[in-house]
């Protein structure tokens, strides 16, 4: 199969270019101002009897790709007209800073470790990593943010720091493009951040060897998959720890917040395989824990005992169970944390002394802190209501304090800490935005096709509570990741304006739990489709919504949800805002070739393959299903180093618009110069907030 694709894509690429750049130059210079016109080349692919005709497959040839360039920069030209900065856009733009002034105000809990306690500092735009020694009291300055993403750009992304064992060094990842690849930077916390020690390119993730003078850290391959495990003294030679041959498999090293054990993590999307480094011996060879089965499993390390968050046996939900280290495998595990059908856990944090699992019941949070000697005796920390948790960096291992933070769409992050012990929760600093006062938020459930009830937090001003308003609809859907109702600076010009905000909890999140996810991938993805359906025609039944004034906004996966639905329903939407959306599922699915086509598999299905995936991705993909209709106002948006959502996703299926739809609703292609993960540029965020409100309002560019 892989071989008949090759051949059915093979190209002169001398005559691919040729015939591009011709066709292109013709489509552009008779754009005359109005939108670019894709060139079309005939191409087709036949799997399992069915044609898939695609004359835009240029776009993701190699040969291709300096044409589809220039055809991004005539979509970006023609944004720039149809969408320009005016005195909306400016207004906007002072109402975000000043809600990013607010938030500045607001500080993150100092983290103590070891002796120190590091802390955030701003000053003016800046934002530097600090720490002062709680012996003497002295300050340092472990790096500057601020001027660090000054020198990169606006789509860096720095990650957290590491700290050694010793406190003497840190270790930080800096993406400048946004696209997930990083290069690995280790510094002397004395010497200060601008002379780093070494510098490692194209890492994923990295830990501290417990001696401070060696690091560990997985590297990708060319398909973008982390592949091999490394060791490497600090300044010296790195050594091959382990590689996985197998394309399904991603590599993953963590450590047990004991600092005892490294863990090597060989995760694929549904199963795991677990090897255990001492520490102190990190050039040693890796242990097996338990060798790969139709499960997955998650290892941590306290008292000589292995506490493992597993799925195996039927626990969809997950349940923790405990080894000893040298007996670690499932024949030896007894039970902590039993599975429940109705309470998720989705993540666990281990103290000393307790065990911290975050639960999910019903769709709403909540934390327990289990005593390892008495785990019937735990505690429970309701969160309040409408409140998102955002877990936060508790390293310290000894302590018996959980930090966390929760926020709502109407309220930003506010921080508390929970004493394990007594139970007490304390709140550390409030909320730099704080809605609340005019914005309320509530769930209520839709009733999906096959009569499931799809929940649907909704937030929306006091004062028009039971009259229709304009609507937001968010969601997202796929590979078990919820659509958390959490604050957005963004959306706050729209609530002041009487907007209402619906995160629609479809299923392939998992909201309601593992089961809730699987019935939305693979085969069953058409369930996501329809329940998002029923959560729009919900709100308009309801009275929520104006019929003619709802929006979608989707990301990556999300952005599929959306387009697949106004595919078959366009009168639902008013507006579409979809960034860097998985449009192409059906062309990615079937070219091995692409970056993470192999692992994504479990998730959509295998077309190559089978030929029922094929049929059922090709029902919903939404490059292939834009009909002659008349559509909504859309704006998509691509990055041009994303090798997640490469830029001809969206490319296309603007394209295809733009030949098949009828009306003069605007459709609208902004390409930055980022990768998947980038931050948007200064004034892209408030013009894609005017773009929302032209859309209700009926305004916008024509096509």
Known sequence: VVQNYRVATRFSSCQLASTMRSRLAQALASMAGRAPRAPRVPWALTLHGRTMADDLHWMQEPSGQEQLRQYLHAENKYFERALPVDKTVRRIQDELQAVAQRLASTRDAPVVLNGFQYYTDFKGNSQRDCRQDLATGATQVILDRGELANKLGSSVHITPLKISPDATKAMYGVDARGSGRFDLHIVDIAAGWKKPIMTVPNVCNMEWAACSAAILYTRFDAKLRPASLHACPLGGAEALVRHEPDDDVLLDISRTKDGRYLCVNCNTKDSSEVFLLDASQPFAAPRLVQERGPFSYFVEHRGGQLYIATNADGAVNYQIVRAPVDRPGKQYWQPFVPHSSETKIEDVEYFAEHCVVYCRKEGLQHIRAIPYDEPKNYRTLELPEGA???????????????????????????????????????????????????????????????????????????????????????????????????????????????????????????????????????????????????????????????????????????????????????????????????????????????????????????????????????????????????????????????????????????????????????????????????????????????FLLQAVAGQGASD
């Not at 509570?465 to 604050?487: H, M, Q």
């Not at 086509?597 to 393959?609: F, H, M, N, S």
Request: hydrophobic share 40%; net charge neutral.
């Open 388 to 690: 998102v948790l955002e877990p936060q960096p508790n390293p310290e291992f000894g302590v018996a304090r959980l930090l966390y933070a929760t926020s709502a769409p109407s309220t930003s992050l506010g921080m508390h800490s929970w004493d394990l012990t007594s139970g007490a929760s304390e709140q550390l600093s409030a909320a730099g935005v704080n809605l609340a006062h005019v914005v309320v938020s509530e769930r209520v459930l839709a009733t999906a096709k096959d009569g499931t009830k799809i929940p649907i937090t909704l937030t929306r001003s006091r004062k028009a509570t039971g009259s229709p308003a304009s609507v937001l609809a968010i969601a997202y859907g796929a590979y078990g990741v919820n659509c958390e109702p959490r604050f957005k600076d963004w959306i706050v010009p729209l609530l002041t304006r009487g907007w209402t905000i619906a995160h629609c909890h479809v299923r392939g999140g998992a909201e309601g739990g593992w089961a809730w996810y699987t019935a939305g991938r693979g085969l069953r993805k058409e369930n996501s489709l329809t329940d998002l359906e029923a959560c729009l025609d919900h709100l308009v039944a309801a009275g929520i919504a104006a019929p003619d004034r709802i929006c979608g906004y989707g990301i990556s996966a999300g952005g599929l949800l959306l387009a697949a639905v106004c595919n078959r329903r366009p009168t639902l939407f008013a507006g579409l805002l979809l960034k860097v959306p998985f449009v192409d599922v059906l062309a990615s699915m079937t070219d091995p070739e692409l970056p993470l086509t192999v692992q994504e598999r479990a998730e959509w299905g295998d077309p190559l393959a089978n030929p029922e995936s094929f049929d059922a991705i090709a029902a919903y993909s939404p490059v292939q299903n834009v009909r002659a209709q008349a559509y909504p106002a859309i704006l998509a948006t691509a990055s041009m180093h994303d090798e997640h959502v490469p830029p001809w996703q969206p490319a296309k299926y603007v394209a295809r618009l733009r030949e098949r739809a009828t009306g003069s609703r605007p459709v609208l292609l902004r390409t930055d110069d980022a990768g998947h993960y980038g931050r948007d540029a200064a004034m892209h965020v408030p013009r894609e907030v005017a």
